[in-house]
């Protein structure tokens, strides 16, 4: 199971990596076709994965941990006002996409999983 659990998160991962990388894909995911045009702290990828962590203490504080955790990889902090403006350029449709998604996944990765009525 826990050898399924890392497969399953390395695809969602690279999925999530590869509609970042095309312009085409990442289009469909944003409200205004101009959204992250230009090179920023805040990457749509980066912005994904700080709202996909579930943020529980104040965004200051979830920031600064999420850029300390990823110091390695070169990203320089951001403030928080930075954060909600790159947020609201991405589409909820973008995650209702990565929900179904994962879900998906999960159920083809792990096909000993009791499901309910069968």
Do not use: H
Request: a positive charge; proline letters at 2%; charged letters at 20%.
């Amino acid at each position: 199971m826990v050898n399924a659990n890392v497969t399953l998160l390395k695809e969602f991962i690279s999925t999530v990596n590869c509609v970042c990388m095309e312009r085409e894909l990442k289009q469909t995911f944003l409200n205004t076709p101009n959204d992250f045009s230009r090179k920023r702290k805040l990457s749509f990828s980066t912005v994904t994965f700080l709202v996909l962590n579930m943020l529980k203490k104040s965004l200051n504080t979830e920031l600064q941990y999420f850029f300390e955790q990823t110091s390695q990889t070169g990203l320089q902090p951001c403030s928080k006002s930075a954060f909600c403006q790159q947020r609201q350029k991405i589409s909820s449709e973008w995650f209702r996409f990565l929900l179904e998604y994962i879900a998906r996944l999960f159920y083809e990765q792990t096909a000993l999983v009791k499901q309910w009525k069968g």
